[in-house]
């Protein structure tokens, strides 16, 4: 019996074919490679750029930090030339005044415990930090920072 189809129509090995040899086969698309390097490439330029916000975000905290230290530093520089007349205790809260002269003074007396004739003008409340630096819970840092400056 001979084969009724045409040998010129038959593919000696059609799994090597670069489309579907029959009916219900699967089919076949040409990849476009430079639109799959396209969206990869804006896959990986998205990706890069939120990490380096992420970056920008931790930077921008740890230089918010530094600043908040520095400050803290020129404050308790500036406290520790006040004139004091006591020891202080760390994680008490005392107060800074300024006299006329533009000199500072540290008091255990709050500015509420003068009355209305209070001898000096009060600058802030301050509380005795473990590390001896100074935070102020209550009145102006810029004040004190002014002196030292």
């Given amino acids: 019996m001979e084969n009724p189809i045409d040998p010129d ?7 090597l074919l670069p489309y579907a040899h029959t009916v219900g086969g ?30 920008r975000e931790q930077i921008n905290l740890l230089a918010s930090q530094a600043r908040a230290i520095k400050a803290r530093v ?3 520089e500036q406290i520790y030339q006040a004139d004091m007349s006591f020891k202080p205790v760390i994680g008490h ?5 300024q006299r006329s002269n ?34 102020i819970t209550e009145g102006d840092a810029e004040k ?3 002196q030292n400056s």
Avoid: C
């Fill in 9 to 15: 129509k038959v593919a000696e090995n059609p799994h």
């Fill in 26 to 55: 699967a089919v076949i698309k040409p990849i476009d490679r430079g639109r799959i390097k396209g969206l990869s490439l804006t896959s990986m330029y998205d990706q890069s750029e939120i990490q380096l916000d992420q970056i």
């Fill in 74 to 76: 020129l404050v308790s």
């Fill in 93 to 97: 809260v005392y107060h800074l005044y």
């Fill in 102 to 135: 533009g000199s500072f003074v540290l008091s255990m007396v709050a500015p509420g415990e003068w009355g209305n004739n209070a001898p000096f003008d009060f600058i802030a409340s301050v509380k005795l930090m473990a590390d001896h630096t100074w935070e």
């Fill in 144 to 146: 004190i920072i002014q």
